[in-house]
């Protein structure tokens, strides 16, 4: 996730782009740059690192003249973080500069057939593919090229382009990419969030999927993707600017539980070509999993809990045996790893120092390394063998939800992927599964959808001094991490356990009007499931039931209930999890805790 602004009016440009990219760099922080037309020149300065690099290189924007311009904030996607891959990317002709926040699917069949035509490449990103798209279809007509350009391309996008050919106009499109319009007084703009405009406008259109607008500072035009004049509405932004930064949510966390359906769509998409998993982004080979005897996950954290879900998943379909560790003990306990061992590692930053030492353990004796990650460029991404990234975008709350819940996918796809190449499912199999996966985004938004009454169960049981959580194979992995975000925003304190451990010991600790949540969300355990909460009931506890719409034989044996969407059981674990996260945030909301900076927690955990 990137961020992106134009202007064009009668003032300063570079100063008021940048301006804009302050207020986007929490959609990314990895290089900025902007490009003016002065002169009908593009004059374009980039700088790899934070927005204040660029500024320092602009003197804030003041040293580049010119009324219209482009501006990027970067996450990256493809490419390392460097200034060579940051945006703008302009044409071998130094005629167009486009900004992009999206990924371009069919890059690499649109870069071969650009380089077969002599344009050259300067950058490693799939954006630049753009650009030289635009120079090869324009004939003297910004518009026409920009429709055919925007024609072949398959993903998602937020643009934004001048030529300096037109220097009074600038084109933004927008497909599966949040894209808006500003309407000011004799200037105007576009941006990819309205965090960027809010302190020049609270006029706002939002366009809609395949539109693209052309804006100069007395007009804005909006076409339909056939090139049709449509009309938008204009909206007044009622925001104050702080509010605006969380996209109208009172805190980041909560804004990012909501994104998790479209980063979880972002993670299966491009890796979905016909019906069939492909890693060829990751330059996975297809023989991978040659020689391997065994796999072994190492993580921290929530990360750790996704590879508990991703070991029932990786042993029930690909039937390899799979340990998991914790990253802070593994390299202490002489792991028995060796060539026949693959080795995966995930990290939501790349940057967690137990699980980047974790890595070198595992590559001084001889095993392949597979990264799960979300930062491109990062320690753990360079170090591994092969990458998968999860594409969640930045996450500015401490407490991780999409990150977890696009890992959680990942090894959904990665499952499925090693069951097919170890031949223990058949291609009707894979395909069936693959659809499930698909389905996952539309759960996930169900999910949510399904469960209004969470801020109140809430303010229910906010005043808890502690709480379980129960569940059996899956449902205990996603226990793991429910119990986790409770006690790391809210403060109350939380167990997780396997069900099937609580007369082990646990159920000493239950007492009257305890509250044991119990996930229920695999039929094949239910009635285990079931014993379990009769024998906390027994004993005088409350239970808070997870269960799946289709469920009745629990709703007897519980106080409370949240749904949970129907799907493929095995990938459940995506899903389960984010009703689990808005209780913790609404629990740690009554509380009054400081929920997007939990106190003692930082975001990237860099040393030992």
């Excluded at 940051?86 to 990924?103: D, L, M, Q, R, T």
């Excluded at 790893?337 to 940057?351: A, F, Y």
């Amino acid at each position: 996730m990137c961020g992106i602004v134009g202007y064009v009016g009668n003032e300063h440009a570079a100063s008021i782009l940048i301006e804009g990219l302050k207020k986007l760099e929490y959609r990314g922080y990895d290089s900025a740059g902007i490009a003016v037309i002065n002169n009908k020149e593009i004059n374009m300065i980039k700088a790899s690192g934070k927005i204040k690099n660029l500024c320092e290189k602009t003197d804030d924007g003041k040293s580049i003249s010119g009324t219209i311009g482009i501006a990027h904030t970067r996450w990256a996607t493809h490419g390392a973080p460097n200034d060579a891959n940051a945006h703008p990317h302009v044409s071998n002709n130094k005629k167009f500069a486009v900004v992009h926040n999206g990924i371009i699917e069919n890059y690499m069949e649109l870069k071969k057939e650009l380089l077969d035509k002599g344009y050259k490449f300067n950058s490693e990103t799939d954006t630049e593919v753009i650009v030289h798209l635009l120079d090869m279809y324009y004939d003297k007509d910004f518009k026409i090229a920009l429709m055919k350009t925007i024609s072949r391309l398959e993903g998602s996008y937020a643009l934004g382009v001048i030529c300096k050919d037109y220097p009074d106009t600038m084109f933004a499109a927008m497909l599966n990419s949040p894209l808006i319009i500003g309407v000011g007084v004799c200037e105007n703009y576009f941006a990819s969030d309205v965090t960027a405009l809010v302190q020049r406008t609270k006029n706002v259109i939002y366009i809609e999927e395949g539109d693209f607008a052309e804006i100069s500072s007395n007009t804005i035009l909006i076409y339909s993707n056939t090139g049709e004049p449509v009309t938008r509405e204009k909206t007044r932004i009622v925001w104050d600017v702080e509010a605006a930064e969380k996209g109208g949510y009172e805190h980041f966390m909560l804004k990012e539980i909501m994104e998790q359906p479209r980063a979880i769509k972002s993670a299966i998409e491009p890796r979905i070509k016909k019906g069939c998993i492909s890693f060829e982004d990751s330059n996975i080979p297809t023989d991978l999993l040659e020689g391997i005897s065994r796999i072994s996950i190492t993580a921290c954290g929530s990360a750790y809990h996704a590879a508990c879900a991703g070991k029932y998943m990786i042993e029930e379909l690909a039937r390899i045996p799979v340990d998991v560790d914790l990253a802070s003990e593994f390299r202490y306990r002489r792991p028995i790893i060796d060539k026949s061992t693959l080795v995966i590692v995930i990290s939501q930053s790349g940057e967690t120092a137990d699980t980047i030492a974790a890595l070198k353990e595992a590559k001084e004796n001889g095993a392949s390394v597979l990264a799960i990650v979300n930062v491109v460029g990062s320690a753990i991404s360079k170090l591994a063998d092969y990458v998968i990234y999860t594409w969640a975008g930045p996450e500015i709350a401490v407490a991780t939800t999409k990150g977890y819940t696009t890992q959680v996918t990942v090894l959904c796809l990665l499952s499925v992927y090693l069951a097919e190449k170890n031949k223990k499912i058949d291609a009707e199999t894979a395909l069936r599964l693959t659809s499930e996966i698909q389905k996952i985004p539309q759960l996930a938004q169900r999910a949510i959808d399904l469960n209004p009454q969470i801020p109140y169960l809430a303010k229910k049981y906010h005043n808890e001094r502690s709480m379980f959580f129960i569940g059996r194979n899956t449902d205990y992995a996603v226990c793991l991490e429910g119990s986790l975000k409770l006690k790391e925003i809210s403060y109350i304190h939380s167990e997780a356990y396997a069900a099937g451990e609580l007369k082990h010991g646990t159920i000493a600790l239950i007492d009257n009007d305890r509250l044991v949540v119990a996930l229920a969300c695999n039929d094949r355990l239910l009635d285990k499931l079931i014993s379990n909460i009769r024998e906390v009931k027994a004993r005088g506890a409350k239970v808070l039931g997870v269960i799946t719409e289709r469920s009745t034989k629990i709703i007897p044996e519980t106080d409370d209930i949240i749904y949970i969407p129907v799907g493929e059981t095995l990938f459940n674990a995506v899903v389960q999890v984010i009703p689990l996260q808005m209780f913790a945030y609404y629990v740690a909301l009554h509380n009054g805790c400081d929920i997007d900076k939990p106190k003692n927690l930082a975001k990237s955990v860099t040393v030992e």
